[in-house]
């Protein structure tokens, strides 16, 4: 099968449907020219990014008062102001989108296969209005910080309903991260309250947590307030020793003195603070990326609406943590008026049918996951299709890194025929997506589906010209609504200039090696700060990804380039480690073949000079490949934070090994 194969074409039932046609025609009529092709929407949305981003406000409903102007310094990035004069409420657009006694359901929640809750819109609603009047008595005003330990459970929801519902600065982890990546996080925030649950489910366990929160609320001075949700209490019949915590209460105690009633919104600028997140951390300290309420609001809304094609009732799922921006993302799919199904847990229960049951149980229609979970299933040879209905999925949704071909075509092979399968990307930098699916386009092979509205994506080379069919840097051209505020603790903006700006002043550069097809669909072929450079010619890492996990024998790989000769700068060579399947070992016969593959399916220069043999692959908490993390180990250089990594220990691994010296 080749890169360019068309794997699934919308129906014409489908098109007329979409949300995205009927807001194409709405933006025709009322502009007076034909924007029924995509091309053209998007062409139109870059350039009348005024009448665009105020036509999303208008078509998604947004609970607020927009002001008369949408957007000011347009020619300055950052710098850009969207919707200067507005007042809005994040929360208030969650939760008021449907009425408070609305008795459908709001949240769906499993924790493996131990816990199953639905919880109503109308006890989503009474449960922030108690936390947002806990908060209240707690003096908690506009600015203030609230942090939580958590994971993807509707407490969490709750409370982050609650605190933005006041105005507070919502930032997370998952309850997974050791004791320094917290405070490696939190101490640079100072947060006044802290969210946290007693213990978390993984893989059948139970895995207290009250030793790491004493550890940590005891290195974050500004925390007065701990509120434990008891999670394993609940469901393990244990009972934790909150005495070991400065300032814990349990979650029922600290809230049985408020009473459920109407919520006090406070109306704040479109670019009040909203979220904090963070960067991986692997290479340093992790910055705090600070997002705006009224940015990341419109931003989701037009991907869910636009782009998701997520309707009233739709039940839109995300395999997420609290420490990833795609809880950040999911959460919003309240505003798009959706039911959250919530998973919490490994995604691997029940030899990895855990997630299958989910969407047929609970009637999914929005499958979200990442790529890596795509592959893995692929590994492990399941096909859904042959047990589950899945009838209610139209959607599928993949991030975190790029979907390798094959696994677009192991989703339409062995999960549905019938199937949007929309391949996104952008990153907790923007909290949203640069690029994005469509349910009016065909879906190809290898490809994410287009560029999207509002955001004007081009590819440059290196001395910052346009590329047509070529690889090169992801940037965008011109402001968004979703920019960063910018980094807390970073006053003058220095820092943030450098991250994104400095490269190509005036224009936002993401850090992507990618190309723009004659589709105008993008293929990401890697991070630009990981791509090879043997003899001069840049390779992306993901080229040589999919062509070694083909392989059987192979269960994953990492892949960087190593100075050589060493201790000169000059040129590298393409050293390549995997992690076999189970009973596998790496003779020389499979390293033939490993090179062989890889050769013949794409460049000499792709070919490793050399291919070791490791037990595990160091990834950060979200899954994602650390090329640069190895890198450094490999050179001797030190690896600062790995507390970011989900498994630092794997970093060992890399180090001096003597293969690498000849």
């Not at 636009?306 to 919003?332: A, Q």
């Not at 009973?583 to 490793?608: C, M, N």
Request: glycine residues 8%; negative net charge.
């Amino acid at each position: 099968m080749t890169l360019h194969n068309k794997l699934w074409e919308p129906s014409p039932e489908r098109i007329a449907q979409a949300n995205l046609t009927a807001f194409a025609a709405a933006m025709s009529a009322k502009h007076g020219e034909d924007l029924s092709a995509y091309s053209r929407l998007w062409r139109w949305s870059v350039d009348h990014k005024w009448d665009f981003w105020r036509a999303i406000w208008d078509y998604a409903g947004v609970l607020g008062v927009p002001g008369d102007r949408v957007l000011q310094d347009a020619d300055r990035m950052p710098g850009a102001r969207w919707f200067p004069d507005a007042r809005l409420n994040f929360a208030q657009n969650l939760l008021e989108r449907r009425r408070a006694d609305d008795g459908e359901d709001a949240l769906v929640f499993w924790g493996e296969d131990r816990v199953r809750r639905v919880v109503s819109h109308a006890d989503v609603h009474a449960l922030a209005s108690r936390v947002a009047a806990g908060l209240t008595a707690q003096g908690i005003v506009a600015g203030d910080r609230i942090a939580a330990y958590l994971p993807n459970m509707p407490e969490a929801i709750a409370a982050m309903l609650g605190a933005t519902a006041r105005g507070a600065i919502w930032s997370s982890c998952s309850p997974d991260f050791g004791v320094q990546g917290v405070v490696d996080r939190f101490g640079q925030i100072e947060p006044r309250v802290l969210f946290t649950v007693d213990g978390y489910w993984y893989n059948g366990k139970p895995i207290p947590i009250l030793d790491k929160v004493g550890q940590i609320v005891a290195r974050l001075p500004t925390v007065e307030r701990v509120v434990v949700v008891p999670y394993l209490e609940q469901t393990a019949g244990t009972r934790g020793d909150l005495s070991s915590v400065r300032g814990a209460v349990s979650w029922d105690v600290w809230l049985a003195p408020f009473l459920a009633g109407p919520i006090d919104y406070v109306p704040l600028p479109f670019d009040h603070p909203l979220y904090i997140l963070y960067s991986s951390g692997t290479t340093g300290v992790p910055k705090c990326i600070v997002h705006g309420a009224g940015g990341t609001l419109l931003q989701h809304l037009k991907e869910h609406l636009l782009h998701g094609d997520v309707k009233p009732g739709d039940r839109l799922f995300y395999f997420t943590t609290c420490g990833w921006m795609m809880w950040n993302w999911l959460v919003s799919g309240m505003a798009a008026r959706a039911t959250l199904l919530l998973y919490d847990g490994s995604p691997f229960v029940d030899r990895g049918r855990i997630l299958w049951e989910f969407a047929d149980a609970e009637r999914m229609t929005h499958f979200g996951t990442s790529a890596k979970y795509i592959d893995a299933q692929k590994k492990i040879a399941l096909v859904p299709r042959k047990d589950f209905s899945l009838a209610t999925v139209r959607t599928m949704f993949s991030t975190g890194s790029p979907l390798s071909p094959e696994s677009f075509d192991y989703v339409y092979q062995c999960v549905k025929d019938d199937l949007c399968l929309s391949s996104i990307s952008g990153g907790t930098d923007i909290v949203s997506c640069f690029a994005l699916g469509n349910p009016t386009l065909p879906v190809w092979r290898g490809e994410l589906q287009c560029r999207g509205l509002g955001m004007d994506v081009d590819v440059y080379d290196e001395e910052g010209r346009p590329l047509a069919h070529a690889k090169g840097e992801l940037v965008c051209k011109s402001p968004f609504p979703s920019l960063p505020i910018g980094f807390w603790n970073d006053p003058d903006g220095a820092k943030y200039r450098a991250t994104y700006f400095e490269r190509f002043p005036g224009v936002w550069c993401h850090g992507d090696w990618v190309e723009l097809t004659e589709r105008d669909g993008l293929i990401i072929h890697g991070r630009s700060d990981t791509t090879l450079n043997p003899g001069g010619v840049r390779i992306g890492t993901a080229e040589i990804y999919r062509q070694v996990e083909q392989l059987p024998e192979i269960a994953e790989c990492i892949v960087i380039g190593q100075d050589w000769p060493p201790g000169e700068v000059g040129d590298v060579r393409v050293v390549l480690f995997v992690k076999l399947q189970d009973g596998v070992t790496l003779d020389q016969d499979l390293v033939e073949r490993i090179k062989a593959h890889i050769r013949t399916h794409t460049t000499p220069r792709h070919v490793p000079a050399k291919v070791l043999q490791v037990t595990d692959i160091p990834r950060t908490k979200s899954g994602k490949l650390v090329e640069l993390a190895v890198r450094n180990v490999v050179h001797g250089l030190d690896v600062r934070n790995a507390e970011a990594l989900a498994n630092p220990d794997a970093l060992e691994q890399f180090r001096d090994r003597p293969e690498l010296k000849t």
